[in-house]
């Protein structure tokens, strides 16, 4: 179970990357296909930007979360793990494009998810108030709770920390909308 978890997160990590390598193959520029605030165009963004990123470092720093995030949403939330995904990718990508105020921005990247796993993974335990399902809320919390916090407020203009908002939001109300299917206590690491 752990291992087809891992190979699981391994290629959700490599996609991130074969599609960075795809970019940096074509004459087009694909980064150019982010969530762009109140466009139409920008619209479509919402299911491509997660698989976009602006350079090497971008990439790099979402990779490891990324992978840590699978892997423990594979382990304790495996039945609904492509449900909580999408949710959260829709959810969140629609609060940067429509309630974004920074005119021309582009936003890419798979923080926005990564921002929403944080905060399902929390969430969830608080309301489920399951003992597994807390110590996995609380371990993520030690883990990433500082970026958490950090992440959401405007300190630098390059990152989209409308992304990482609205990906934290998502991540709670999805929590929320799933805090009584596949409980954490049941599914076995």
Do not use: C
């Not at 990439?59 to 959260?88: A, G």
């Not at 970026?147 to 990906?167: D, R």
Request: proline fraction near 3%; avoid cysteine; glycine fraction near 10%.
């Amino acid at each position: 179970m752990i291992k087809k978890n891992i190979t699981t997160s391994l290629i959700v990590v490599g996609i991130l990357w074969f599609v960075f390598f795809i970019d940096t193959l074509i004459p087009a520029d694909l980064r150019n296909y982010g969530i762009r605030p109140r466009t139409l165009y920008g619209l479509l963004g919402i299911l491509e930007s997660p698989f976009l990123h602006a350079n090497l470092g971008h990439l790099i720093s979402n990779s490891i979360p990324m992978f840590i995030l699978t892997l423990t949403m594979l382990s304790f939330y495996k039945e609904i793990w492509v449900k909580v995904t999408v949710f959260i990718v829709v959810l969140g990508g629609f609060g940067v494009w429509a309630l974004t105020f920074r005119t021309g921005t582009n936003h890419i990247g798979a923080s926005g998810l990564i921002f929403g796993y944080i905060s399902f993974l929390i969430f969830s335990g608080i309301f489920r108030m399951k003992f597994k399902a807390l110590l996995v809320g609380i371990a993520i919390f030690f883990l990433y709770g500082g970026t958490m916090i950090f992440g959401v407020l405007p300190t630098n203009p390059q990152v989209s920390w409308e992304g990482h908002l609205y990906g934290a939001i998502a991540g709670i109300i999805t929590a929320w909308t799933y805090r009584n299917i596949n409980k954490a206590e049941k599914v076995s690491a």
